[in-house]
Structures are given as C-alpha cells and as structure tokens.
Nanobody, 124 residues
Framework: QVQLVESGGGLVQAGGSLKLSCAAS????????MGWFRQAPGTEREFVAS????????YYADSVKGRFTISRDNAKNTVYLQMNSLKPEDTAVYYC?????????????????WGQGTQVTVSS
C-alpha cells in the first residue's frame, strides 16, 4: 500500500511560481512511475506531467511544456512539480499519482494510487 500526500499549493499571481510536493509512504517508491494531474471546477481530471521509474524520462501535457518541471528524490520518497509562469487557466486541484513499474506517459491507463489533492489558484 502506498499513501500519497500533496503539499505546496496556494494562491499566486499570474506569472508567479509554485512548487508542489508529493510525499509517498511505503516501500519501493523508486519502482513507481509518478505523475501529476489536475482538475478544474466543472472539468474532468487531466494529465499534467509524469516521470518514469526506471530512467527518469519525463512527459508533459502540451499546455504546460516549457513552464512546468517534474522531478523526484527517491531518498526522500518525494516527487515535485515546479510550476513557473503560471496562468489563471492553471487554477485547479492538483493530484499526485503512482503507477508501479510503468514507463511511458501516465496520460492514459489506470494509476494504482492517488493523493487527496492540493489547491492551486492563479489570480489575474
């Protein structure tokens, strides 16, 4: 069993930055592909970014490429999402997800575990 706890959300002005963290409990964190998703009010949850377990290849939604960076620290069982040049349309609840032994974009398929989410609000 893996538990995921997100933190780092908040209110920021457009053009600003935030760094989200997702702390994972349990063993074998390094064997999990990790990803970030988001859901704005009245919309479906959408893929933001993910990172392989094996080779740290990264994948991004077109809407965040060049602005967001996903990274992980296996020693701390933590995955991060650095968000720069934030826009009002980035406002959403951001969720962390884990998928065991997966390589590739987490934009499709089912994930094994989800966090509870952290709110990010970008004001114009």
């Amino acid at each position: 069993q893996v538990q995921l706890v997100e933190s780092g959300g908040g209110l920021v002005q457009a053009g600003g930055s935030l760094k989200l963290s997702c702390a994972a409990s349990g063993r074998a964190f390094s064997y999990y592909a990790m990803g970030w998703f988001r859901q704005a009010p009245g919309t479906e949850r959408e893929f933001v970014a993910s990172l392989n377990w094996r080779d740290d290849n990264t994948y991004y939604a077109d809407s965040v490429k060049g602005r967001f960076t996903i990274s992980r620290d296996n020693a701390k069982n933590t995955v991060y999402l650095q968000m720069n040049s934030l826009k009002p349309e980035d406002t959403a609840v951001y969720y962390c997800a884990a998928r065991f032994g997966f390589s590739g974009s987490m934009g499709s398929g089912d994930n094994d575990y989800w966090g509870q989410g952290t709110q990010v609000t970008v004001s114009s």
